[in-house]
């Protein structure tokens, strides 16, 4: 079903410089660059490191949703346990529950070194999709 996951094209996602290695309902993969998404301090912002998160598991969820509908993040959570100045981030999200209505995944990111930077978790809420 990730063929049919929409466009990021003119997205945060874009914008972020995220891109995908995998995309199913059980896991998906992908990856965001530390340059241009620091805060003032030369880190990686928080805020980027929980966006790569939620789309992650979003996308993960989008693929578990049945035809006609979609899922949307109802709550996200994310512990920052270090930082990065450089590289790249590395996000998997993995499949925690997969209901009829919801979807909840742990995203885990690490650094180019392996080290954990970022744990998450989302719950998305399956809902029908507006024409």
Request: include cysteine; charge should be negative; hydrophobic fraction near 40%.
């Amino acid at each position: 079903m990730a063929d049919t996951l929409p466009s990021a094209d003119g997205t945060l996602i874009e914008r972020l410089g995220i891109t995908f290695e995998e995309i199913t309902s059980q896991r998906t993969a992908g990856s965001m660059p530390v340059a241009g998404n620091t805060q003032p301090y030369g880190l990686l912002h928080g805020g980027a490191t929980a966006a790569l998160a939620e789309t992650l598991a979003s996308y993960a969820a989008n693929a578990h949703a049945p035809e006609g509908r979609v899922a949307v993040g109802i709550e996200l959570n994310a512990t920052h346990h270090r930082s990065a100045r450089e590289g790249w981030v590395h996000g998997v999200a993995t499949a925690v529950h997969l209901g009829g209505n919801l979807a909840s995944y742990e995203i885990v990111v690490v650094d180019d070194d392996g080290r954990r930077v970022c744990t998450a978790r989302l719950t998305c809420m399956l809902i029908d999709a507006r024409a």
